[in-house]
């Protein structure tokens, strides 16, 4: 069978979920025997996240082969279950450098290189090369942007070549809009819809299907009318109301007969839908039996996508604990050693973020010396383990002056220093610790416990680490370095012992949890943190039925 290509686009406005409904509708597929992968094309220059802001982008999502992604690939593997790769994302910035450096080669013979058919060929050959690298039946593809921008033309004039040159019968459009509810008119608006569909179609690309958001729901009429206007059928609009949990989007996909629709249309082999696992954790996240409140110390917590996958990680891990976690976002910048226990004091569990930079830094390490010093279960992600290291060397060790290179090059005490084969690099981009890595763990550590096992690999992305020149000095105070890397000797994970939990890690976890597979680390996280509250008696925990 032909790799079937489902080209999702979006209208009205940015932000309405269509990495969600690419998510929900490639897990009803696989769930359904499917073998599918998502591909993001985005229409930003930059060549990929590495260099933005978090508050421009939110978090940078790492795949295992190192590349910097859009945050909607964490989505499409905590759903489908699958691993991503530098194919996955695709941006303007990445198809205009590959297309000039082709240029350069002499790959065009002369010709003069423009928009059609050089940058449009270059996307097509992106989407067509991920979907014949594993005979995959179907390609999600979902188009950044919102339909009218400039800057997502030449992606919507790729997607229209691309259905003649694969056949029609092996594509399919959806484009996810909007249908605002006017409190003034008390009812809802179809024109946004109407008028979104009519400027795709004005570049060729007529919709097969609508996906429409909505806070209210879609009766006959409106559908009748959508359909009449927008040249579907009236299956083929589909109500995608708002949801208590993102999770809950593929069985409202499913009840809406999304799927269904798609499997008629590209005349797709499929068996029933088993969702039964699906359900079962759904359930656990809705219908809890405890909660527990785990504080998230960071300087990006006024934009929760900053840290997108540790959040869902602890939903999982909570999951699996048959417990809810609620997040208490604290302002690390914020922080300090007067307002600590009022800020920190009563939680379950105390979670240090990762980050770049010095603002907050000093909150960072105020919250650890707090989950240190009151026994309460502390998980630190890379900048967060090296602000445990360095922390731990101030108080502990007592070298006040410890530090980390990036803070303070002068320190006395560089316990967290550049890396080696970081000295030279002067590009930001793509040039960090990036991807999968193998890291050896001891015997009798959480760490152990948590995986089961001696030899795990992890993704990160960092320039800076423990310096291996002091690092005995932390051993000898009693610090266990629990997890090193076997080729180069790097710490990979620290512990304290006589503590319920105490785990700082220099990879990043979060982006290896999914729905199916919940993250060792956070599960065992999540276990100690309810533990920990149920030993403080805390009136948050429900009797358990």
């Given amino acids: 069978m032909a790799t079937k290509y489902i080209i999702v686009t979006g209208g009205v406005t940015s932000s309405l979920g269509k990495g969600i409904i690419c998510a929900s509708l490639g897990r009803l597929l696989v769930a359904r025997g499917l073998r599918v992968t998502i591909q993001k094309l985005d229409p930003y220059i930059n060549v990929d996240p590495g260099t933005m802001n978090p508050y421009e982008h939110g978090e940078v999502y790492v795949t295992d082969d190192g590349a910097e992604t859009d945050l909607d690939l964490g989505h499409y593997e905590r759903f489908l279950d699958i691993k991503t790769s530098q194919e996955n994302n695709v941006t303007t910035g990445r198809i205009y450098y590959d297309v000039i450096m082709k240029e350069r080669r002499g790959a065009f013979l002369g010709k ?15 989407v067509i090369k991920l979907g014949s690298s594993q005979d995959y039946d179907v390609v999600l593809v979902e188009v950044g942007g919102t339909v009218g921008d400039i800057e997502s033309l030449p992606y919507i004039e790729a997607m229209r070549q691309l259905k003649y040159e694969v056949g029609r019968k092996n594509t399919l459009s959806i484009h996810l809009t909007l249908v605002p509810y006017l409190a003034a008119a008390g009812e809802l608006k179809t024109k946004p819809t109407q008028h979104s569909v009519k400027t795709l179609s004005e570049s060729g690309l007529s919709p097969d299907i609508l996906v429409c958001r909505s806070e209210h729901s879609l009766d006959g009429t409106i559908r009748r009318k959508i359909a009449q206007f927008c040249n579907v059928d009236i299956e083929d609009v589909i109500a995608s109301l708002d949801a208590e949990s993102i999770y809950e989007v593929p069985l409202l996909m499913q009840k809406e007969g999304l799927d269904l629709r798609v499997i008629d249309k590209l005349g ?37 996508d900053a840290y997108k996958s540790i959040v869902e990680a602890l939903i999982h891990g909570g999951a699996v604990n048959d417990c809810k976690v609620n997040v208490r976002w604290v302002q690390s910048e914020d922080l300090t050693k007067q307002n600590v226990e009022k800020e920190l004091g009563g939680l379950s569990g105390i979670l240090v973020a990762p980050g770049f ?21 502390f998980f630190g992600i890379c900048l967060g383990m090296q602000c445990a290291v360095i922390e731990f060397a101030r108080n502990v060790i007592g070298e006040e002056d410890a530090n980390s290179t990036e803070f303070n090059e002068n320190s006395s005490f560089p316990i967290i220093n550049l890396m080696l084969d970081q000295l ?15 890291c050896e763990i001891k015997d009798g550590t959480f760490a152990k416990e948590a995986y089961q096992s001696n030899l795990i690999e992890e993704r990160h992305r960092h320039r800076f680490e423990v310096n291996n020149e002091l690092r005995e000095q932390l051993v000898e105070n009693g610090m266990v370095l629990s997890g090193l890397n076997p080729e180069r000797d790097l710490v990979e994970i620290i512990e304290i012992k006589d ?8 990879f990043h976890p979060e982006l290896r949890s999914t729905v199916y597979d919940p993250h060792p680390l956070f599960t065992s996280f999540v276990k100690a943190s309810v533990e920990h509250g ?3 008696h805390k009136e948050v925990f429900k009797a358990e039925s």
């Avoid at 930079?357 to 279960?377: L, Q, S, T, W």
């Fill in 534 to 536: 149920k030993a403080q």
């Fill in 112 to 126: 003069t290189v423009q928009v059609i058919p050089h940058i449009t060929d270059e996307i097509k050959s992106h």
């Fill in 357 to 377: 930079g010095d603002r907050g830094i000093e909150g960072k390490f105020v919250a650890v010396n707090y989950a240190r010093e009151n026994k309460i279960p």
């Fill in 424 to 438: 030279d690099v002067e590009d930001k981009g793509g040039t960090m610790r990036l991807g999968k890595y193998e």
């Fill in 268 to 304: 797709l082999p499929a068996k029933n839908a088993d969702l039964k696992r699906w359900i079962e954790f759904v359930d656990k996240i809705k219908f809890p039996k405890k909660e527990i409140d785990i504080a998230l110390v960071g300087k990006y917590v006024e934009h929760h």
């Fill in 499 to 506: 503590h319920p939990w105490f785990v700082g890690v220099q």
